[in-house]
T-cell receptor, first 113, second 109 residues
Framework: NAGVMQNPRHLVRRRGQEARLRCSPM?????VYWYRQLPEEGLKFMVY????????ESGMPKERFSAEFPKEGPSILRIQQVVRGDSAAYFC???????????FGPGTRLLVL | GQQLNQSPQSMFIQEGEDVSMNCTSS?????WLWYKQDPGEGPVLLIA?????ELTSNGRLTAQFGITRKDSFLNISASIPSDVGIYFC?????????FGTGTRLKVLA
């Protein structure tokens, strides 16, 4: 029973490039969440999605960041025109319903040069 | 905004000792989650608490949901070297969780 899968595990981008982070939830989970973690800090909520719907994007910067969870395929977190301050670990979590425990993937560590 | 205070920030203990850590909040939560994160990995769920006063165990780990719903405690008994890592609490109402800043645990053999 595979857990939450994320790829790539590490991503290096130059300033101005685009970063695409992918997340496949656990089997049977239709609720996906993205979090950001800076070094030595806790995780910060970014966005909550269900299939084809963004439920809450209150934690996501309004510019350059977008997220989707299409009917088929993984959830995508997209960061356009990356800046150095975007360097962080980005974690995806999933759950079977909107409440209760969330299960995390291994994360994508983004480094912007 | 909502904040969680997690303490201690870090601790060094001898193998075999018991460990206690806690999280407190100014807000009421309906759910408390405890996670462990190893370097370079994602958080792994240890214990989930859903009711005020609830006490739940998972092997050598025991966590409690505070009666006021503003705090939670995690205890680790008879620590072993593989307990090393960062422990996070997370408090939530529905889907949005607020994470603590973590307790960094180092176990000396």
């Amino acid at each position: 029973n595979a857990g939450v899968m994320q790829n790539p595990r590490h991503l290096v981008r130059r300033r101005g490039q685009e970063a695409r982070l992918r997340c496949s939830p656990m089997k049977g989970h239709s609720h996906v969440y993205w979090y950001r973690q800076l070094p030595e800090e806790g995780l910060k909520f970014m966005v909550y999605l269900q299939k084809e719907n963004i439920i809450d994007e209150s934690g996501m910067p309004k510019e350059r960041f977008s997220a989707e969870f299409p009917k088929e395929g993984p959830s995508i977190l997209r960061i356009q025109q990356v800046v150095r301050g975007d360097s962080a670990a980005y974690f995806c979590a999933s759950s079977p319903g909107p409440e209760g425990a969330q299960y995390f993937g291994p994360g994508t560590r983004l480094l912007v040069l | 905004g909502q904040q969680l205070n997690q303490s201690p920030q870090s601790m060094f203990i001898q193998e075999g000792e018991d460990v206690s850590m806690n999280c407190t909040s100014s807000s009421i939560f309906n759910t408390w989650l405890w996670y462990k994160q190893d370097p370079g990995e994602g958080p792994v769920l240890l214990i989930a608490l859903y009711k005020a006063g609830e006490l739940t165990s998972n092997g050598r780990l025991t966590a409690q949901f505070g009666i006021t719903r503003k705090d939670s405690f995690l205890n680790i008994s008879a620590s072993i070297p593989s307990d090393v890592g960062i422990y996070f609490c997370a408090g939530g109402g529905t889907y949005k969780y607020i994470f603590g800043t973590g307790t960094r645990l180092k176990v000396l053999a």
